[in-house]
DNA sequence: CGACCTATTGAAAGCTATCAACTGGGGTGG
DNA sequence: CCACCCCAGTTGATAGCTTTCAATAGGTCG
């Protein structure tokens, strides 16, 4: 049951007036599959808009999500010409998709995904340290700064991600992820007016939680 | 106690006859701290030759080594014009060394390290997975194969990290590495001539621990 | 209003961490 | 050259946290 494009949308792919013919941007739906661990990697892709959720499978069916992407971000990544991981889209999402052959021909694409993968590279290595070192409730305060920076103080944070969704980002299990969500509201460090609505509270305890930042 | 090259070696910076100046290439001794988390970021290094080992800190001390690099790998990376990790040598390794600047100026190197950016990605991808899903046993598993590439059938591998250094890239303790070798040797899966030698006797019930590589 | 899916909560089991003792190998110094 | 010391590794016992299994609550959509 691969929908690589959603029929919800209609959208396929829609190159925009007067763009490159071989950079085609589409827009998506979510919960959309875009590509599949293991597939042949012909392209790589941009997020314009919306929110992409990388993941990988053991054999046996554990789900690793192992990156979460945002506008700019780059995926569609391959070590032996296949693609390492899945993509899926949280929310409706805008991506450029580019032949990878345009690495070579295009000095200014290549020049930004060298930095995004810098940066993103960087928030792998975060990741790690959270996946290898963190407590079940350290790794939620540190999943909700993260989704929470600065800028939107007070505001009301919506997930667009489900509990087992994060718990397979958190590396842990949905019951876990919702007792970290409990145990952080029953602290005051959060309110939930829903299960998919958070206010952060208390900012520089979930900070001191989450190992700063 | 931060020795940025090492004494033991006397060499500090040695530019090789008829090289860019800015691109200096530097002998190191083995368990030297090339660079450390939180220091300004200025340069960005690439491993010639030798292993190194990126690592971060937790403020309570936790460490989680994040990376383990070879020839050709990349460190030195940053967010906010700060080091993201700490770079350690496990062995003797020469590494050269770039100004960031250089990433501008220089498109033949920007263009290898966009290359090996997507490799280092698509490893950290794949440690995601061992961290947040596997357990002990097919972490160590996955290790012993990771640092034993199909070539080198029937040799023995010298580890050159300590069981701490293990634990700490597997997020594991000491005890829990130890433990899962001496079960993989109870299980004949692998033979320790020495702790720090090991040879792989069951190549296949490694992969099937592993999860396939 | 009811069905269904997601989330929450509870109880018990399992795996890893922690604390502790012991072993072994290598290097140093007598 | 040998003995001792010291550090890394191994092994054991127990505690703690997360998982697993199970039942309940909540919300949304038809």
Redesign the interface.
């Known amino acids: 049951m691969r929908q690589i494009i959603d029929e919800r949308t209609g959208g396929t792919v829609r190159p925009p007036h007067g763009t490159d013919p071989h950079c085609p941007t589409m827009r998506v739906a979510a919960h959309v599959t875009v590509l599949h661990e293991g597939d042949p990697a012909r392209r790589i892709m941009e997020v314009v808009d919306g929110a992409v959720m ?1 993941s ?1 499978l ?3 069916g ?3 999500v ?2 979460l992407l945002g506008p700019g971000d780059v995926f569609g ?3 032996s010409d296949l693609y ?2 899945s993509a899926e889209t949280l929310t409706p999402a805008t991506i450029n998709t580019h032949d990878r052959s345009a ?2 021909r295009d ?1 200014v694409l ?2 930004r ?2 930095r995004r ?6 928030v ?6 959270v ?4 407590s079940a409730l350290e790794r939620v305060a540190f999943f909700l700064l993260r989704l929470m920076p600065e800028g939107m103080v007070g505001g009301t944070l919506h997930l667009s991600m489900t509990r087992q969704e994060i718990a ?1 980002f ?2 842990l299990t949905l019951e876990t992820v919702s007792r970290a969500f409990s145990e952080l509201k029953r602290r005051g460090l959060v309110v939930l007016q829903r299960a998919d609505e958070v206010r952060i509270q208390d900012r520089g305890s979930m900070r001191r939680l989450a ?2 930042l």
């Open positions: 990388l990988k053991l054999p046996d554990r789900r690793q192992v990156e990544l391959a070590h390492a991981c690495l070579e000095p290549a020049a995904l060298l993968f810098e940066a993103q590279l960087c792998m290595h975060s990741h790690a340290l996946l290898g070192r963190m397979d958190l590396g190992g700063a």
